[in-house]
Nanobody, 124 residues
Framework: QVQLVASGGGLVQAGGSLRLSCAAS????????MGWFRQAPGKEREFVAV????????YYADSVKGRFTISRDNAKNTAYLQMNSLKPEDTAVYYC?????????????????WGQGTQVTVSS
């Protein structure tokens, strides 16, 4: 199992950008698919993006497609979420997640590891 620490959240104006990072401990990071989820106040947690262990396959929620980019650096045990053209509706706590199965991360219900969350607030 890997332990995850998310960072990079903050307050940004609409149209701005932020980059989130998810640092993982353990030597098996490169074996895991990595994903990002978010949860807005009063709403259920929702899937945002996932990247395969090798970095060659990614998948996004329709709501962020074309604006967000997920990436990873296996040498640094870190995954990233570059968020551009941010909207007020992107305001949420963002969580990173890891699982050995790509599809499990997409589903989000039985993911092996979760980070602690980082707040993203987009002002209008």
């Amino acid at each position: 199992q890997v332990q995850l620490v998310a960072s990079g959240g903050g307050l940004v104006q609409a149209g701005g950008s932020l980059r989130l990072s998810c640092a993982a401990s353990g030597r098996t990071f490169s074996s895991y698919a990595m994903g990002w989820f978010r949860q807005a106040p009063g709403k259920e947690r929702e899937f945002v993006a996932v990247i395969r262990w090798s970095g060659d396959i990614t998948y996004y929620a329709d709501s962020v497609k074309g604006r967000f980019t997920i990436s990873r650096d296996n040498a640094k045990n870190t995954a990233y979420l570059q968020m551009n053209s941010l909207k007020p509706e992107d305001t949420a706590v963002y969580y990173c997640a890891a699982d050995r199965q790509f599809g499990t991360v997409v589903g989000g219900t039985s993911v092996e590891s979760w980070g602690q969350g980082t707040q993203v607030t987009v002002s209008s």
